[in-house]
């Protein structure tokens, strides 16, 4: 079957865009929707704040699905430089360039320079190698646990998709890529920034879109187990945990559940497979003193 | 629920003509739209110009006459954090209010008192925005004042105590960070810089250049508690952690504590220690009710990564809520940061024993326990979070209790 690429153009309705995003499994609200099909449109990179497990990184890497274009990551972490998010000379090759050079007695000094700084020799780190691909989707992961410096960086490889290399020139982008960037807001990130972007705080999915995700992701999966799994999930979120559930971990539940033949969320297993929802010691015993997997206390 | 009727991606409810369809001469879209931006500043959203231009591009990419669109074009557009979102629920169902209902947000709604800071001392005057013309004490005045309770003393001397703790030098404790930089002594080889040099040289072997780690301030994350029993410290406690932020912006976050745990971080990014304390009087929903220090020290190693970070606690341990779930968060807490700092400003008196429930729970798990109820307290503060020789060493009459 001949396969038909969905270009941005394509997608000329929110409406469109959710169909899309279903067709690829992942099943968005109204916001969600909305904020992705006007990052598309209006070329703005799109900021994901939320809980972690809310689905953040998957709506990049949908999108990346929806328009069959290569998922760039840039996995952030404290000390991030520009060697490593931008571009970085390959200096071995550089190397190598040189003595063959000399070793073929070229003498012209100047234009042995210009080559030795030439495309060539530049490795793209994400963010060059996102200018480009074309098309591409950038996944900026977890901002909040880069610094102030590479911020900076971003904002401005982020205000016009360019990237000036001081021995070449600049480097733009013909058409920008789409852009995602991801926040577990351990860390408030700088104002300059977010305005670039369309910013979209996520919630945890509401019950009955739990339960349409668990059944999507897991065709094994039955309606009760589903719906007892997320009203537990739910009622694990309203308990102040430390680490409260995501919809990964809630999925990872109902798939090792199901493993081991349930049907429905029976107090035995349920306790045998906690490690897999929750995996604070804490957080179990609160659970366990709650209640909450207790037939009363997870269903009521 | 509205979240759920909008698996299909289909925003069904908006009923009724939008606010930009509005028929018989009714005012232009645009003027409508930058309205709305306008009030959503008023009510402390940071709806600047840039972003009501992205608004107006945001609602021109969509169906205006869906009141849905319209809420959704703005809320993503305007607003910059989850803080925000209350704020802008309640402005759009306000401006928009007939044409169509706000949809429903999941959490609770947070109802904002607005309360000048010196009002939390009874009565006193809202403190005026620049410095009063009153004259700086001299030397002598200021050693007098530097050992006094700042909750026994008159409006006039606590104005020159805050005059002085915007002085205070905000310094922090270096960590080493994961950064580079060039050093001519020693350290380990810089490959990059080493082979650029080479290059340079047309390939022939350069001198070895080097790098060590650079250092960055140790992350202080400060929490202060507003709650009714340290309402004659609060104020001060505030403006300390202005100087802190002052100092380091970067490296500091500080938190409200009374019934709920909120950032006032960006409140205390003004420079003027006045203005300041009026953006966080307005940002502090909590001001003067109980504490829940539990709940909100749980809320923290949710909302805050502490990691590495000095965390400092203002408070007297009044605690509400129960004292066993404070325990196992300061267990936590004590595992995951730096060093914790209890700041009790009862300690500065000689009676004072720790006794509530609360602080009981806590100490076991902090790291310095100090007092928090005169200048010299604060100094010996800034001085520990600045990792010099700890100063109350020196034994300050009622500070070693």
Redesign the interface.
Same mark, same amino acid.
């Given at each position: 079957m001949l396969r038909r690429t969905t270009t941005i153009s394509d997608i000329d309705a929110p409406v469109r865009l959710a169909e899309l995003l279903d067709h690829h499994d992942y099943l968005a609200d109204e916001g969600v929707t909305t904020a992705a099909y006007l990052a598309l449109k209006m070329g703005r990179p799109l900021f994901l704040e939320g809980e972690a497990g809310v689905g953040k990184t998957e709506l990049a890497k949908t999108l990346a699905a929806i328009l069959d274009a290569p998922l760039i990551r840039l996995q952030c972490h404290e000390g991030l430089d520009a060697a490593q998010a931008m571009y970085d000379w390959d200096f071995p090759r550089q190397l190598l360039h040189l003595k063959a050079a000399e070793a073929a007695g070229v003498a012209d000094v100047a234009a042995i320079e210009g080559e030795i700084y030439d495309r060539r020799f530049l490795i793209a780190r994400p963010l060059l190698r996102a200018l480009e691909t074309q098309p591409c989707v950038l996944l900026v992961d977890e901002i909040d646990r880069a610094d102030d410096e590479f911020e900076a960086f971003l904002l401005e490889v982020l205000s016009d998709f360019t990237i000036s290399v001081p021995e070449i020139g600049t480097i733009s982008a013909a058409t920008p890529p789409v852009v995602v960037l991801t926040s577990n807001r351990t860390r408030e990130v700088h104002d300059a920034l977010k305005r670039r972007c369309l910013y979209h705080w996520l919630e945890h999915p509401g019950f009955d879109r739990e339960v349409a995700i668990l059944r999507r992701r897991l065709p094994g999966c039955a309606e009760r187990l589903a719906a007892d799994v997320a009203r537990t999930a739910g009622r694990m979120r309203e308990a102040g945990l430390v680490k409260p559930p995501g919809i990964a971990e809630t999925l990872d539940w109902a798939e090792a559940l199901l493993t081991l033949g349930a049907v429905e969320l029976d107090p035995a297993l349920a306790a045998a497979t906690l490690g897999a929802v929750l995996k604070h010691r804490e957080d179990q015993e609160t659970v366990r003193a709650l209640g909450l997997l207790t037939p009363g206390g997870g269903r009521g | 629920?509205a979240?759920?009727a909008? #698996?299909?991606?289909?925003?069904g409810h908006g009923s009724g003509p939008g606010p930009l369809a509005s028929p018989g001469g009714g005012p232009e879209p645009v003027a409508v739209l930058t309205g709305f931006a306008r009030t959503l500043r008023a009510a402390g959203v940071?709806a600047?110009h840039?972003?009501t231009q992205?608004f107006l591009?945001?609602v021109g990419?969509?169906?205006a006459t869906d009141g849905?669109?319209v809420y959704?074009?703005g809320?993503?557009?305007l607003?910059?954090?989850?803080d925000d979102?209350p704020r802008y629920d309640r402005c759009f169902a306000a401006y928009f209010s007939a044409a169509f209902p706000a949809?429903r947000r #999941?959490?609770a709604t947070v109802v904002s008192v607005t309360r000048p800071v010196a009002a939390a001392y009874g009565g006193g005057e809202p403190e005026p925005a620049g410095e009063t013309g009153a004259p700086p004490a001299t030397a002598s005045e200021i050693e007098v004042l530097r050992h006094r309770d700042v909750a026994r003393m008159s409006e006039a001397e606590r104005r020159e105590v805050h005059r002085l703790l915007a002085l205070l030098r905000g310094a922090r404790q270096p960590r080493r960070?994961?950064?580079h930089r060039p050093s001519p002594h020693g350290g380990a080889t810089d490959?990059?810089r080493t #082979?650029?040099e080479?290059?340079r040289h047309?390939?022939e072997p350069a001198r070895l250049r080097r790098r060590v780690r650079r250092d960055r301030p140790r992350r202080v994350v400060m929490l202060v508690d507003v709650s009714g029993s340290m309402a004659a410290y609060a104020d001060t406690l505030l403006r300390f952690a202005h100087a802190l932020v002052r100092a380091e912006p970067?490296a500091t %976050?500080v938190f409200s504590i009374g019934t709920r745990l909120t950032?006032i971080?960006?409140a205390l990014r003004h420079r003027d220690p006045g203005l300041a304390m009026d953006e966080c009087s307005a940002a502090i929903p909590d001001w003067s009710g109980g504490t829940r220090l539990g %709940?909100e020290v749980?809320a923290l190693?949710?909302?805050?990564?502490p990691r590495g970070a000095i965390v400092v606690i203002a408070s007297d341990g009044w605690e509400r809520g129960s004292a066993d779930l404070l325990e196992?968060q300061m267990a936590?807490l004590s595992r995951l940061a730096r060093r914790v700092v209890w700041v009790n400003p009862h300690k500065g008196d000689p009676a004072y024993r720790p006794l509530t429930a609360g602080i009981r729970a806590a100490l076991p798990h902090v790291t310095d326990f100090v007092a928090g109820h005169s200048l010299a307290a604060y100094e010996d503060l800034a001085a520990l979070l600045a990792g010099d020789r700890p100063v109350w060493a020196r034994g300050r009459g009622g500070a070693d209790a």
């Open positions: - | 629920m979240d759920d909008a #698996v299909t991606g289909r925003g940071a600047d840039h972003r992205t591009r945001a990419q969509l169906d849905r669109n959704w074009a809320r993503l557009t607003c910059a954090g989850p979102l949809p #999941v959490r960070s994961r950064r490959a990059r #082979v650029r080479i290059l047309g390939g970067g %976050e950032r971080t960006a %709940e749980r190693l949710r909302l805050s990564d196992a936590r």
